[in-house]
């Protein structure tokens, strides 16, 4: 797949492997870490059950498992990477459910000890807007002088009524005052966003692509909504039959985004996968190459590429 993204290349986008690449010199691999934490509608703070397309881990479906400590989830990962790609630089991916939702001081005990680990280049954590509080903005901040960082934001969606109905307690708002705060102290951010979440246009999914990019993101996760068995909606979707997005569908939103949005924003990820045992619909996000692929063909097949029809 052609990942590079110069003006007039077909078929080209900012991918973040080869961000990844030209920065440290070579293969960077992901280490997903679940570090114990929880989120504010998981605790009580401000709701239960959590937000209501997330599994029972939190997103963290593909790291060991807390039930190792942290050092034993690294180092079963880089096992597990290892299969497939050779490598000797690991970015540690903090991404089981908030990890910034807990006291500084505890924080910065888990990215110390995971920094300290042999090969590691940098760390990724992904939390939510609204679990920024300003001491956790001054550890990232000191953080990110010591190694390569970056903070990936849920926003998901920037409609209240998708907002609602999905459980998430936090606003758009919440969101641009994280990437201005992250900003400020010079770390990277990358926001989550999902299409296909129940009751939404085309026309309002490439809205929250755009809103994501106006407030000032280094980078964009793009994620297919998919149900899974451990969430809060596969019993509403016993009930009342969800409605999901065909796999063409998709395509052509994704390289809508692609095309409109500028041409230096990090394309952290194209499309979403659950594990094979929890997933419920669509079937048809397990076929992940054969999407990308689909995504690629979109593309040349507009004679397109990322910030073709972007307007400043």
């Known amino acids: 797949m052609t990942v590079q993204n110069e003006n007039g290349r077909i078929g080209s986008f900012r991918n973040v492997n080869q961000y990844l690449r030209d920065k440290f010199g070579g293969k960077v ?33 593909f790291s060991a498992g807390r039930q190792f400590g942290l050092v034993e989830q690294f180092n079963r990962g880089k096992e597990m990477m290892h299969r497939k790609w050779k490598s000797s630089h690991y970015i540690v991916y903090l991404q089981a459910f908030s990890n910034t939702y807990a006291p500084a001081a505890r924080l910065r005990e888990v990215y110390e000890l995971m920094l300290d680990q042999k090969g590691v280049v940098g760390m990724a954590v992904a939390t939510r807007p609204d679990c920024l509080p300003a001491d956790v903005l001054g550890l990232l901040e000191d953080i ?20 609602r109905s999905m459980n998430l307690h936090y606003s758009y708002a919440d969101f641009c005052n994280a990437v201005q705060g992250l900003n400020e102290i010079g770390v990277e951010s990358c926001a989550h966003i999902i299409l296909g979440l129940p009751g939404e246009s085309r026309e309002e999914m490439l809205d929250t692509a755009m809103a994501a990019v106006r407030a000032g ?26 409605t999901f997005l065909e796999q063409d569908e998709y395509i052509s939103i994704v390289v809508d985004i692609l095309e409109r949005i500028p041409p230096h924003i990090i394309i952290h990820r194209l ?38 029809l972007y307007l400043p």
């Open 29 to 61: 691999m992901k280490i997903p870490i679940d570090a114990g934490f929880t989120c504010p509608n998981r605790d009580g703070t401000k709701a239960y059950g959590g937000c209501a397309f997330c599994g029972s881990r939190g997103s963290g479906d």
């Open 144 to 163: 990110n002088k010591q190694t390569f960082l970056w903070v990936e934001l849920g926003l998901q969606t920037i409609h209240e009524r998708t907002a």
């Open 217 to 242: 993101v280094n980078g964009l996760k793009i994620h297919l909504f998919h149900l899974m068995r451990d969430s809060s909606l596969a019993a509403e979707h016993n009930r009342n039959s969800i």
């Open 271 to 308: 499309t979403g996968d659950g594990p094979r045992d929890l997933l419920i619909e669509p079937k048809w996000s397990l076929n992940k190459w054969e999407v990308l692929n689909g995504i690629k063909d979109e593309l040349e097949r507009r004679s397109s590429w990322q910030g073709k």
